[in-house]
């Protein structure tokens, strides 16, 4: 399992895709920083019982003879001879934070039933399971989606919530030692199965790939509160997900292997508030596997050029996770990034502490505009299936007010839903309105996104299982308007005035307003603890530190700009996929930001240079009401191909071209908030699910017209107004 020093695994051989950045190990600032750590961890509430682990224990025993018991059944019911019957099996595997060990008190189980081939999933899994289920009165809140990407059944056993996916594998018998890592597995299995077994392949290759198991944990373990607390920690609104995050924390272990917890948490943030993003986190190389399944390959996928955080899952077949991730999460995470490295830089300066890093954030603060989106329904059982059919398409509410406003507009979701408890069966969402950084306000501008929210209706209310009690309502209201039962209590806080960038703010330290301190806290950013290099000695640097100090900050700034890029320059492109040879090579020129034109709505894509193929994009009729905005104007300076020729000579692009050298990460250093300013070159990237046409059959038949009228006034809020139309 590991320990918590250091790892003989950790400094035998190298785990990764390239040779650490720094294998030092612990000082005895670390270790007291990592004690701190955990016991806020404990405080927090994050570790289950004792009786409950046992209890959890207990229910995948019960699970497992369930499924065991289920395709004895159906073996018998389908005329298998008696022999075949009793050697008929199903076995359960766990994956996600439980099986990482990162789950907390009431986290829900992910579980997989492996079968085998004559066990179908609709009839089988969907059917007769389901019914032994509902039948069972331990089993309560059962809820079957079998249409998901991942079909799943979701339901709590004794008060236990299980998610439940299926994999009919291609084997008549299902052996007891069944070892699902095996590329095997998957040979004669439809996607969904592929889809399914991958989270426990998944799972299991992260625990083999990190060099610690027990400080990954930890590390891990704080990364989920933090993002859990900074609200971006979701999957399904565009955030990042459990796997996402522990994804993330592997990499970070792989280049640090010998760090305790305190050191991972700080280099987590320093090293992603530098990442040259569109830039892929890879645990392992891309392995093209022999059994042609589709794999993450920007050179042969055009898709997949499209993804703006790729974080590529290490088991065959290689995908990128965060396909959801847009445009403006991307920006509200990188802004949560930044504020983490900073609090991280004045923790090891000893100038703030934990609890400050963990501070939960201040949403309704932090916007002057908010889009309200209501969903209701008439009984508990059908809220559930609206509310989570209505939850997995927010996310493509966010992508077309990007899409109708040319990026100026970006939004900031909420990851969760309030309940007015005076409305039963009756849910509410919220999403954050603010202008894309760098462009210039114009006097008395708004924003009318009236047929963007109707457009993203008619998506919602072509749900299959669309009931006529089911409707959604979304309106726009200001900070002031804010209902008050999303507050805790129900009691709105007095009135704040911190603004929206002081709510990401961090406290400065004593003596911060010193020149001589402004340029020690720039330096000490470089800073990196390698090669002897001791913490202590850093964090202790005082803010009149003299010109030899200084020097001494550059020489180590300066070591460990070169020890970034001897580190990420070996990353080598995976050598079975075709290319015109291994080495990755840069594609990406750091320039001047170009400066917004005036009478565009639009940005120049200036600050960062891509090669054609990235932004010379499809732009199809993506908008099939009338009068939206045509994405065509108001791009300064870039031209859009109105197709692009998907033929074999796109098809040979090098997979260079879109792995940017991590020697580009080293030159990062160099330019603070470089990072950040770089998402705005990638506006133009539109997933392609919204290229598709969005004609749906409209339902003013069904609920009556709601067209909520959403205008608003970035330079004078007195001017903004929220008429509703009739």
Known sequence: MGSPGLSNSATATRVGISEPISTGGPTEFDVI?????????ADAGLYESHEEAIRREEVLGRLDQIVKKWVK?????????????????????TFGSYRLGVHGPGADIDTLCVGPKHASRNEDFFGELYRMLAEMPEVQELHP??????????????????????????????????????????????????RSLNGCRVTDQILRLVPNIQTFRTTLRCMRLWAKRRGVYSNVTGFLGGINWALLVARICQLYPNALPSMLLSRFFRVYNMWRWPNPVMLCPIQEGSLGLPFWDPRKNYKDRLHLMPI??????CMNSSYNVSISTLRVMMEEFQRGNEICEAIEASQSRWDILF??????????NYLQMDIASETEEDLRNWKGWVESRIRLLTLKIERDTNGVLQCHPHPGEFSDKSKPFHHSYFMGLRRKQGTNPQEGEQFDIRLTVEDFKRDVYAYSFWKPSMWIHISHVKRKDIPNFVFPGGVRPSHSTKS?????????????????AAISRRKRKQDEINKGISLIDSSSTSVSASDASLLDERRAKRQFEADVADTLSNVKCPENLSGDGPEVTGIVKSTSPAKPSSTSCGSSLGTTTM??????????PIVSHQGSLDLLDGIGGVQLKSEVQDNDKDREIKLSEFFITEQALGAAIEGEGSSIQQIGDLEELEPLELTASTAVASTSTRVPAQKPLIRFNFTSLAKATSNSAS
């Open 33 to 41: 920083k990592s004690r701190e750590l955990e016991k806020f961890l």
């Open 312 to 317: 590529i899952t290490p088991a065959y077949p």
């Open 73 to 93: 059944n159906i073996s018998s019911a389908k005329g298998f001879n008696e022999q075949l019957v009793q050697e008929a099996n199903a076995k359960i595997f």
């Open 359 to 368: 501070e939960p954030f201040a949403f309704f603060e932090a916007h002057k």
């Open 500 to 516: 929206t960038a002081e709510s990401r703010s961090v406290p400065k330290p004593r003596g911060s307003n010193s020149p001589q």
């Open 611 to 620: 090669k054609k193929p990235v932004i010379e994009q499809s732009l199809q």
């Open 145 to 194: 989606v079998p249409d998901a990407h991942v079909p799943v059944m979701k339901f709590k056993f004794s008060g236990v919530s299980i998610d439940l996916l299926y994999a009919n594998v291609a084997l008549w018998v299902i052996p007891e030692d069944l070892d699902v890592s095996q590329e095997s597995i998957l040979q004669n299995v439809d996607e969904q199965t592929v």
